[in-house]
């Protein structure tokens, strides 16, 4: 032992416990049940002089420092191999002033203890969801919690810190004292130093609330969700809720259908009058029917309680989080099926509005921001069994990939694990980031704090941490294993598209007997297809035995209003897959390799492929169409278009709609002869015959048609850069004086559904998919002048061009 070590329990007003002692694994051991650390020693601090002396000791010593208040943060910070741990649990006074509605709490202290010493005086500020939550870890991460509506974060409650730095000074930072300090304790973590006291202001609340969980199945989960997030884009202040996926628990008020299965729990409360939280919440509640009505008067402090059934110490837990800019009906998709196929029955996904006054205090007013957002998602993964880590670490990054386009780029640090320097600054902004390296370089040079989220004092941002790095070496064969699998459900859900499964399922829940004799399948062979779908989200078992159908197996159905089964039906066509299986030689010699398949191009094989083939791909594509329009109309005002030209306008359902929507408008429809035969018939049947014409043209070489408006809707990504400027350059020729050219594609931005559609038109037509800067390039090419770019909010982007004669 160390001359300096042997002499620090006399130095320590608590207690020091080192490896040997009986309660070292018990001090060590914290929430994550994945990390397993020892530090070199424990100092059970009862001061701020312990706190300093623990400090000093490290710093002595050269040994790593860690700090544990709750220990329930998801990197498991608060111990550190071989650290100097400073244990501040048994620094959990608390003193309530309820003349003054103040409250001084310890730095060891958590919530429970902290709600049960305010709710004394119907006091209370806004606090974790998990009463095990440590009040320090919490509040110097921003401190999210139900109230925060009404209330804002608990950072925003804040009054002051009793603060202890590197240099072992004790420290008080306020408004008023140490101003640019309390600046960035407020949202900066524990990369100033260790924080012994908190003066909160409190605010009554309670003892009474409305509150509870209303429990749902999800079957109708998007539409629960969509209802969800319009009812909060205007619910008061008073309002704080949340929706929880989760595997229903096996609890006497659960339904016996639903025990285990996915339901989704809204978490609902009112902080205000009771009587008034009923009309207000009735919306919410009456929604379904739901599985379970769990709201009704309630004491606050078990409101905080109502998620940890859920929450058990110890297991393998793996986070993330994001702040969203916006919740489309596309990332709600992406929520269904992520948390209609959860891995472990222990995992929660938490879906917050935020607002209210969380958004009404100034960006800047703390270190803390991302107060725009409109909702913050927490993946939170939880499973058993060590050894299986690699599939529930691989799902919760698959979700969070597909959520992530929707994120403002932020991150609420409290809720993600080791994810590198870059993550960090996001969530500050490069702007906050710098003021709080400065801050970093004036009370923590040496970097003594650096087991949290850490804030380098040092100007260039951070790498990935190593740790990280190494998790995503070790996941990566599975990670793998999974995308390859990609082919299996790919082909399962073509042939349940193929079989009608989703139709047989329309009117109600179905046995296995009944779709096998009306399929004409084996019933065991069946089965196990539609068990194997279960598993990403397609179809489900009820308590009888039956199969039903689920959101996501909905849309196979071509009743549905938002039907993709026709693109399941041609995606598994023989033509389509014997081409994908020759995609070696597309890359290896850049052409199609559908040429080598079928023996000819695209369009002429579409020309001669049976009436059934035919009318599959017309179905597939007219269905697709339609989705993408109504896009594509919301985002751009073609009112004042004059005469529109669709080229190459297939079945001509966007130049349809176009002139639907604005009786002032005439249009024609300009295309293959092969394809202008079919459509005429459709266009009689619309009524516009006397404003929309259909003309054969080949537009490889020039329009038959002056317009004021010509719409090329994903048609420049057929064609290679010579060919497409080609047919710019004809539609340059047809635009009249003044007008202008919209051009739908999918840019290439790194999305995978670019990147992917992008080698479906190399095997199927040598064509490509391009980014805006190839986009503006064949556009100069041809005479034109990209004048705007607009996003729809599907993948499909408007480029608008003019003339540069114009």
Same mark, same amino acid.
């Given at each position: 032992?160390?001359?300096?070590?042997?002499?620090?329990?006399?130095?320590i007003?608590?207690?020091?416990?080192?490896?040997?002692?009986?309660?070292?694994?018990?001090?060590?051991?914290?929430?994550?049940?994945?990390?397993?650390?020892?530090?070199?020693?424990?100092?059970?601090?009862?001061?701020?002089?312990?706190?300093?002396?623990?400090?000093?000791h490290?710093?002595?010593?050269?040994?790593p420092?860690?700090?544990?208040?709750?220990?329930?943060?998801v990197?498991?910070?608060?111990?550190?191999?071989?650290?100097?741990?400073?244990?501040l649990?048994?620094?959990?006074?608390?003193?309530?002033?309820?003349?003054?509605r103040?409250?001084?709490?310890?730095?060891?202290?958590?919530?429970?203890?902290?709600?049960?010493?305010?709710?004394?005086y119907?006091?209370?500020?806004?606090?974790?969801?998990?009463?095990?939550?440590?009040?320090?870890?919490?509040?110097l991460?921003?401190?999210?919690?139900?109230?925060?509506?009404?209330?804002?974060?608990?950072?925003?409650?804040?009054?002051?810190?009793?603060?202890?730095?590197?240099?072992?000074?004790?420290?008080?930072?306020?408004?008023?004292?140490?101003?640019?300090?309390?600046?960035?304790?407020?949202?900066?973590?524990?990369?100033?130093?260790?924080?012994?006291?908190?003066?909160?202001?409190?605010?009554?609340?309670?003892?009474?609330?409305?509150?509870?969980?209303?429990?749902?199945?999800?079957?109708?989960?998007?539409?629960?969700?969509?209802?969800?997030?319009?009812?909060?884009?205007?619910?008061?202040?008073?309002?704080?809720?949340?929706?929880?996926?989760?595997?229903?628990?096996?609890?006497?008020?659960?339904?016996?259908?639903?025990?285990?299965?996915?339901?989704?729990?809204a978490?609902?409360?009112?902080?205000?009058?009771?009587?008034?939280?009923?009309?207000?919440?009735?919306?919410?509640?009456?929604?379904?029917?739901?599985?379970?009505?769990?709201?009704?008067?309630?004491?606050?402090?078990?409101?905080?309680?109502?998620?940890?059934?859920?929450?058990?110490?110890?297991?393998?837990?793996?986070?993330?989080?994001?702040?969203?800019?916006?919740l489309p009906?596309?990332?709600?998709?992406?929520?269904?099926?992520?948390?209609?196929?959860?891995?472990?029955?222990?995992?929660?996904?938490?879906?917050?509005?935020?607002?209210?006054?969380?958004?009404?205090?100034?960006?800047?007013?703390?270190?803390?921001?991302?107060?725009?957002?409109?909702?913050?998602?927490?993946?939170?993964?939880?499973?058993?069994?060590?050894?299986?880590?690699e599939?529930?670490?691989?799902?919760?990054?698959?979700?969070?990939?597909?959520?992530?386009?929707?994120?403002?780029?932020?991150?609420?640090?409290?809720?993600?694990?080791?994810?590198?320097?870059?993550?960090?600054?996001?969530?500050?902004?490069?702007?906050?980031?710098?003021?709080?390296?400065?801050?970093?370089?004036?009370?923590?040079?040496?970097?003594?704090?650096?087991?949290?989220?850490?804030?380098?004092?040092?100007?260039?941002?951070?790498?990935?941490?190593p740790e990280?790095?190494?998790q995503?070496?070790?996941?990566?064969?599975?990670?793998?294993l999974?995308?390859?699998?990609?082919?299996?459900?790919?082909?399962?859900?073509?042939?349940?598209?193929?079989?009608?499964?989703?139709?047989?399922?329309?009117?109600?829940p179905?046995?296995?007997?009944?779709?096998?004799?009306?399929?004409?399948?084996?019933?065991?062979?069946?089965?196990?297809?539609i068990?194997?779908?279960?598993?990403?989200?397609?179809?489900?078992?009820?308590?009888?035995?039956?199969?039903?159908?689920?959101?996501?197996?909905?849309?196979?159905?071509?009743?549905?209003?938002?039907?993709?089964?026709a693109?399941?039906?041609?995606f598994?066509?023989?033509?389509?897959?014997?081409?994908?299986?020759?995609l070696?030689?597309?890359?290896?010699?850049?052409?199609?390799?559908?040429?080598?398949?079928?023996?000819?191009?695209?369009?002429?094989?579409?020309?001669?492929?049976?009436?059934?083939?035919?009318?599959l791909?017309?179905?597939?594509?007219?269905?697709?169409?339609?989705?993408?329009?109504?896009?594509?109309?919301?985002?751009?005002?073609?009112?004042? /278009?004059? %005469?529109? !030209?669709?080229?190459? #306008? $297939?079945?001509?359902?966007?130049?349809?709609?176009?002139?639907? &929507? +604005?009786?002032?408008?005439?249009?024609?429809?300009?295309?293959?002869?092969?394809?202008?035969?079919?459509?005429?018939?459709?266009?009689?049947?619309?009524?516009?015959?006397?404003?929309?014409?259909?003309?054969?043209?080949?537009?490889?070489?020039?329009?038959?048609?002056?317009?004021?408006?010509?719409?090329?809707?994903?048609?420049?990504h057929?064609?290679?850069?010579?060919?497409?400027?080609?047919?710019?350059r /004809?539609? %340059?020729? !047809?635009?009249?004086? #003044? $007008?202008?050219?919209?051009?739908?594609?999918?840019?290439?931005? &790194? +999305?995978?559904?670019?990147?992917?559609?992008?080698?479906q038109?190399?095997?199927?037509?040598?064509g490509?998919?391009?980014?805006?800067?190839?986009?503006?390039?064949?556009?100069?090419?041809?005479?034109?002048?990209?004048?705007?770019?607009?996003?729809?909010?599907?993948?499909?982007?408007?480029?608008?061009?003019?003339?540069?004669?114009?």
């Amino acid at each position: 032992m160390p001359a300096d070590e042997s002499t620090l329990d006399h130095r320590i007003q608590g207690s020091v416990v080192r490896p040997d002692d009986p309660h070292y694994d018990e001090y060590r051991k914290v929430f994550n049940g994945m990390i397993d650390r020892r530090p070199g020693l424990i100092i059970r601090c009862a001061s701020s002089a312990d706190v300093a002396e623990g400090i000093a000791h490290a710093r002595r010593q050269g040994l790593p420092l860690s700090v544990r208040a709750g220990g329930h943060g998801v990197t498991g910070d608060a111990v550190l191999d071989g650290s100097v741990c400073l244990d501040l649990r048994p620094m959990n006074s608390i003193t309530i002033d309820p003349d003054r509605r103040l409250a001084q709490v310890g730095g060891g202290a958590n919530w429970g203890e902290f709600d049960a010493a305010a709710q004394k005086y119907g006091l209370a500020v806004t606090g974790g969801r998990v009463r095990g939550t440590g009040v320090a870890g919490l509040t110097l991460g921003s401190g999210s919690g139900w109230l925060e509506r009404k209330l804002g974060l608990t950072c925003d409650s804040l009054i002051s810190v009793e603060i202890v730095t590197a240099d072992g000074e004790v420290r008080t930072a306020s408004e008023t004292e140490n101003q640019e300090l309390f600046w960035g304790v407020r949202g900066g973590g524990g990369n100033f130093g260790v924080v012994t006291e908190f003066t909160f202001q409190l605010h009554p609340v309670g003892p009474q609330v409305l509150g509870g969980l209303v429990m749902y199945p999800p079957f109708q989960l998007a539409e629960l969700i969509r209802h969800f997030r319009d009812f909060m884009a205007t619910a008061p202040d008073e309002v704080g809720a949340g929706l929880a996926f989760i595997s229903a628990p096996d609890e006497p008020f659960v339904p016996e259908f639903a025990r285990g299965k996915p339901v989704v729990g809204a978490v609902l409360s009112y902080f205000g009058p009771i009587e008034e939280g009923e009309e207000v919440l009735r919306p919410l509640r009456e929604f379904g029917p739901p599985v379970r009505d769990m709201v009704a008067p309630i004491a606050y402090a078990d409101l905080q309680g109502l998620l940890e059934p859920g929450t058990h110490e110890g297991m393998q837990n793996y986070w993330k989080a994001e702040f969203l800019a916006e919740l489309p009906d596309e990332a709600i998709d992406h929520i269904v099926r992520f948390t209609q196929t959860v891995p472990s029955r222990f995992t929660q996904t938490i879906l917050m509005p935020l607002g209210g006054a969380l958004a009404r205090v100034d960006n800047d007013a703390m270190a803390f921001g991302q107060r725009d957002a409109p909702f913050n998602i927490h993946i939170l993964s939880m499973w058993e069994d060590p050894a299986d880590s690699e599939r529930q670490i691989s799902w919760t990054r698959e979700f969070h990939r597909a959520i992530e386009p929707y994120s403002t780029g932020g991150a609420y640090l409290n809720f993600i694990g080791k994810e590198g320097g870059d993550r960090i600054k996001a969530a500050f902004g490069p702007e906050k980031y710098e003021r709080l390296v400065e801050l970093k370089r004036r009370y923590d040079p040496a970097n003594v704090f650096a087991g949290n989220q850490n804030i380098p004092p040092r100007a260039e941002t951070a790498g990935e941490e190593p740790e990280e790095a190494e998790q995503q070496g070790h996941f990566a064969p599975l990670a793998v294993l999974e995308l390859l699998n990609g082919m299996w459900i790919a082909r399962a859900l073509q042939v349940a598209a193929q079989l009608r499964i989703a139709e047989r399922l329309g009117d109600g829940p179905r046995t296995l007997a009944e779709l096998a004799g009306e399929c004409g399948c084996d019933s065991g062979a069946l089965g196990r297809l539609i068990s194997a779908l279960s598993t990403v989200g397609f179809f489900a078992r009820t308590g009888e035995d039956k199969i039903q159908q689920t959101p996501l197996s909905a849309v196979l159905a071509d009743g549905h209003p938002h039907s993709v089964g026709a693109v399941a039906r041609l995606f598994g066509s023989h033509w389509q897959w014997q081409t994908w299986s020759q995609l070696e030689y597309s890359v290896r010699h850049g052409k199609p390799a559908l040429d080598q398949v079928v023996g000819t191009n695209l369009p002429d094989f579409l020309d001669t492929m049976s009436p059934a083939d035919g009318a599959l791909f017309d179905q597939a594509m007219t269905g697709l169409s339609r989705f993408l329009n109504r896009t594509i109309l919301n985002a751009y005002d073609f009112s004042g /278009a004059g %005469r529109v !030209a669709d080229v190459s #306008g $297939g079945h001509g359902t966007l130049l349809i709609d176009i002139l639907a &929507g +604005d009786p002032s408008l005439t249009g024609v429809l300009l295309d293959r002869p092969t394809v202008t035969a079919k459509v005429r018939e459709k266009v009689r049947e619309t009524g516009l015959g006397d404003r929309l014409d259909v003309v054969d043209c080949d537009y490889l070489k020039s329009l038959p048609e002056q317009a004021d408006t010509i719409v090329l809707n994903r048609v420049l990504h057929d064609w290679d850069d010579d060919s497409a400027a080609g047919i710019l350059r /004809a539609c %340059r020729a !047809a635009l009249r004086p #003044g $007008g202008r050219i919209v051009v739908v594609e999918q840019l290439m931005t &790194g +999305d995978k559904r670019a990147a992917f559609l992008d080698l479906q038109m190399l095997v199927l037509r040598g064509g490509r998919e391009r980014t805006k800067a190839e986009m503006a390039g064949l556009f100069e090419r041809s005479g034109l002048r990209l004048a705007e770019m607009i996003n729809t909010t599907s993948p499909m982007c408007l480029l608008i061009g003019h003339s540069l004669d114009h």
